[in-house]
């Protein structure tokens, strides 16, 4: 059974830091790419960042670039996202995703959320003072 497991997320003051992890289970995810996303009470699922399978290149919404860093660490099956400088609109279910690498990873699409075959099933980022 394929699974992606997120966890990491909490309750943060903004300004502070949160690393996610999204863990496979029954596949590799250094043959998939790799995307997260969120979505805050009220508001559509966004795309935040992905990762490559390939090259690991990596791409970032605007509300994230220079604040976010995707990652992956394949002896641990794992990719993360490391959250900086934390703001209360960034309060959401964070979810990834993943999307096998015999597809395009297309800088102008990986962040539509119909990319992807296979979910997590969330972890809840708070951030407030």
């Known amino acids: 059974q394929l699974q992606l497991v997120e966890s990491g997320g909490g309750l943060v003051q903004p300004g502070g830091s949160l690393r996610l992890s999204c863990a496979g289970s029954g596949f590799t995810l250094d043959s998939h790419h790799i995307g997260w996303f969120r979505q805050a009470p009220g508001k559509e699922r966004e795309g935040v960042s992905a990762?490559?399978?390939?090259?690991?290149?990596?791409v970032y919404a605007d509300s994230v670039k220079g604040r976010f860093t995707i990652s992956r660490d394949n002896a641990k099956n794992t990719v993360y996202l490391q959250m900086n400088s934390l703001t209360p609109e960034d309060t959401a279910v964070y979810y990834c995703?993943?999307?096998?690498?015999?597809?395009?990873?297309?800088?102008?699409?990986?962040?539509?959320?119909?990319?992807?075959?296979?979910w997590g099933q969330g972890t809840q980022v708070t951030v407030s003072s």
């Open positions: 995703a993943a999307r096998s690498r015999y597809w395009d990873f297309t800088i102008a699409t990986i962040l539509h959320d119909n990319q992807y075959d296979y």
């Open positions: 990762i490559s399978s390939s090259d690991d290149s990596t």
